[in-house]
T-cell receptor, first 115, second 115 residues
Framework: EPEVTQTPSHQVTQMGQEVILRCVPI?????FYWYRQILGQKVEFLVS????????KSEIFDDQFSVERPDGSNFTLKIRSTKLEDSAMYFC?????????????FGPGTRLTVL | GENVEQHPSTLSVQEGDSAVIKCTYS??????FPWYKQELGKRPQLIID?????GEKKDQRIAVTLNKTAKHFSLHITETQPEDSAVYFC??????????????FGAGTRLAVHP
């Protein structure tokens, strides 16, 4: 069964540095998402992406964040200048294909640690 | 605003007992309600879902009920087993006209099944 994949699994960075988190959504899906989960808390929506543009974003997704689909397979989340409070697990998800178009399938996550 | 309340936050049962987790959503436009199981350090995995045109759905030991009028939905696990131990998240989708949706998660229920 196809799965969403993410790299790296763990990223450690210094405050103020830029990070890029990478995702490969399921190949026939149309909609792509980023969520984050601070340790011990709920999963929070960041952004959705469709037809090469952002379709919806949350208050968390400020000017420090950007998303891109640089080619036909990858979907990236960039944080320009990381803050301590950006430390979290970041999940990519995709939906919009096959028998279950509503269902969002999650990747394994990237644990971002900002020091 | 968009919100999903989930109770209880922790649930401890003996193997073989039933477990019930309840959620309430705020946005009446929500039309799809997935449940995710998350084991420690792993991705959220869809275990069952229900759409707003259905009142109940069952898959082996797992069932979900939906009361649209009251904006309540519940997860029922029967004959619990130790491998059911995990954090369970309910979610409600906010649909958009472009065909994509946004998941609003509950705070999660940590279920512990004791042998």
């Amino acid at each position: 069964e196809p799965e969403v994949t993410q790299t790296p699994s763990h990223q450690v960075t210094q405050m103020g540095q830029e990070v890029i988190l990478r995702c490969v959504p399921i190949s026939n899906h149309l909609y792509f998402y980023w969520y984050r989960q601070i340790l011990g808390q709920k999963v929070e929506f960041l952004v959705s992406f469709y037809n090469n543009e952002i379709s919806e974003k949350s208050e968390i997704f400020d000017d420090q964040f950007s998303v891109e689909r640089p080619d036909g397979s990858n979907f990236t989340l960039k944080i320009r200048s990381t803050k301590l409070e950006d430390s979290a697990m970041y999940f990519c998800a995709s939906s919009g294909g096959g028998e279950r178009p509503d269902t969002q399938y999650f990747g394994p996550g990237t644990r971002l640690t900002v020091l | 605003g968009e919100n999903v309340e989930q109770h209880p936050s922790t649930l401890s049962v003996q193997e073989g007992d039933s477990a019930v987790i309840k959620c309430t959503y705020s946005d009446s436009a929500s039309n799809y309600f997935p449940w995710y199981k998350q084991e420690l350090g792993k991705r959220p995995q869809l275990i069952i879902d229900i759409r707003s045109n259905v009142g109940e759905k069952k898959d082996q030991r797992i069932a979900v009920t939906l009361n649209k009028t009251a904006k309540h939905f519940s997860l029922h696990i029967t004959e619990t087993q130790p491998e059911d131990s995990a954090v369970y998240f309910c979610a409600a989708t906010i649909p958009f006209s472009g065909g994509y949706n946004k998941l609003i998660f509950g705070a999660g229920t940590r279920l512990a099944v004791h042998p």
